[in-house]
């Protein structure tokens, strides 16, 4: 008996040992996150831990979450124990206006690919002006017009269209079709013929590429996104397994997918283009690779510079190629579809008829290819269709969440002082809602865009779809 009474107290001992200085610990971090940002306004638990938003983010309610929490507290909030959003101009100036310094946080990370940063993943200014020094000008809208990629979409259109005579039952499932449209295209323009896809081909044709936009729309790739966001050492770790500890961290469940993961055809494909962009003699190098992303690239490669250092790698080419067509892909077609979507409910039928209207007015003869489809140029006076995608990109941005950034130094924005290595965020799910801005924020009304000059040129202010500043989307043409 007293031997059982004495284990008894051993053990509370040992238990109290452990677990009072764990809360001591625990509370004097909450204590600490708390007090860090405390004139900002916040519901307690998003300034205790930075669980609580990953919590939604789980749950993918994340930017919804962050919008009522601004429409609640104040256009200025606290979202996580060092981490700020922000809703108004005067912040978006300071954070994201060009030459703020403000950089990519570890967030982006995720969108290395063979464990290789690209333009969308450098944090620093100067690493990332570095890279696009290389890539504006191919990416430019002059260039797009000129150098055939203009002509490349076109033809595109014309395939998109023959799908949906020739297969219209797989054609009318615009969520999947849309994504064969926009990857065809998108891989015409980085690979040209060293790795253009034919997902809009004809069966057989079409088998391998269709397959690998099923794993782009594979709705596991959500889970892996959320680990590697939130526990990125862990679930590299995990990941990174091979031989017997793989078959142990798969039997025990631990993996946050399966393998080959999602991406992984798409990766694939990049190296795959990369390498027969390589293996091809100069002549051709020089003559197919003018007019596509890798073939300017190469310019850079670190061999045909004849430098040691300061050339791009094997790799980096095709990190830099597999990033923009994941970056290019969704966001075209997702916006793509909900535009036919949005026209295609019966109370936008007026938009849908008056688009139709404009077409027919305005595109002559003169305007379309000799397919029939109208040419990129020509689509530039069409202002209806123009506000229609705006209203598209405003109500449904295909990238809707938050940005994050951050800075080294202390700063203030929008009036508040943020302590250095702050995340600080904005969204264009926020901006494209403000009801003191956008009228009736959540009714699909493209013709806002064409009323009167002054609140068109307020709405273009708030307009952020493409984001904004130095790392503003590149594939904005
Ligand atoms: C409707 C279509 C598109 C939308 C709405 C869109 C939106 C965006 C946004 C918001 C960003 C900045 C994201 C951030 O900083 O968190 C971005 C960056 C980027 N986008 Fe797009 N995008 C679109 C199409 C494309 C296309 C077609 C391509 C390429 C073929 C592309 C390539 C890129 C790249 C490479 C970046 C990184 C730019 C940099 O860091 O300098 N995007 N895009």
Not at 127 to 153: D, F, M, W
Not at 208 to 226: G, N, Q
Not at 347 to 373: M, P, T, W
Not at 426 to 440: A, G, I
């Amino acid at each position: 008996m007293l031997d059982i009474l004495i284990s008894d107290i051993t053990f509370l001992n040992t238990v109290t040992l452990i677990l009072f200085p764990l809360l001591l610990f625990i509370s004097y971090h909450s204590l600490q996150n708390l007090l860090i940002l405390n004139h900002i306004p916040s519901p307690p638990l998003y300034a205790l831990t930075k669980w609580r938003l990953a919590f939604s983010d789980y749950s993918g309610t994340r930017t919804r979450t962050i919008h009522a929490l601004h429409t609640k507290y104040s256009p200025i909030i606290r979202i996580g124990p060092r981490e700020i959003s922000f809703s108004r101009l005067s912040a978006l100036r300071t954070i994201y206006g060009a030459g703020s310094g403000f950089e990519r946080t570890s967030f982006y990370r995720m969108f290395d690919v063979y464990g290789t940063q690209n333009l969308f993943t450098f944090a620093s200014v100067a690493a990332h002006s570095q890279r696009k020094k290389l890539l504006t000008y191919p990416y430019s809208k002059s260039v797009i017009l000129k150098e055939g990629a203009a002509r490349a979409v076109e033809m595109k259109v014309w395939e998109f269209m023959r799908l949906l005579e020739r297969e219209p039952e797989v054609g009318r499932e615009i969520f999947r079709s849309l994504h064969y449209y926009a990857l065809d295209s998108i891989t015409e323009f980085l690979y040209g013929e060293f790795g253009r896809t034919k997902a809009l081909g004809e069966k057989g044709d079409s088998d391998r590429d269709r397959r690998m936009i099923s794993d782009i729309l594979d709705p596991k790739r959500r889970k892996l996104a959320w680990f590697a966001c939130h526990l990125p050492r862990y679930t590299g770790f995990l990941m990174s397994r091979t031989g017997i500890t793989e078959k142990v961290v798969e039997a025990l469940g631990l993996l946050p997918q399966t393998k080959p993961t999602v991406y992984t055809g798409i990766r694939k494909h990049a190296l795959e283009a990369w390498g027969a962009f390589k293996a091809a003699p100069k002549v051709e190098k020089e003559d197919k690779g003018a007019t596509n992303i890798i073939g300017r690239l190469w310019e850079s490669h670190m061999s045909n510079k004849k430098r040691v250092e300061g050339g791009l790698s094997d790799l980096e080419i095709a990190s830099e190629a597999a990033d923009h067509l994941l970056a290019g892909v969704d966001t075209t077609s997702d916006t793509l579809m909900f535009l036919i979507w949005a026209l295609s409910l019966p109370e936008n039928s007026e938009y849908q008829e008056k688009l139709i209207e404009e077409v027919n007015a305005k595109l002559l003869a003169s305007d379309l290819d000799s397919r029939g489809i109208p040419t990129a140029e020509a689509t530039g006076k069409l202002e209806y269709l123009d506000a229609v995608l705006k209203e598209t990109l405003r109500l449904y941005a295909p990238l809707p969440a938050s940005e994050p950034r951050c800075l080294p130094t202390d700063c203030v924005i929008d009036g508040v002082r943020v302590p250095a290595g702050t995340v600080v965020s904005m969204s264009p799910y926020t901006l494209h809602r403000n009801p003191d801005v956008f009228l009736d924020p959540l009714l699909f009304n493209p013709e806002r865009w064409l009323g009167d000059l002054e609140d068109v040129a307020e709405m273009k202010k708030w307009f952020w779809a493409f984001s904004s500043g130095g790392r503003m989307c590149i594939g904005i043409q």
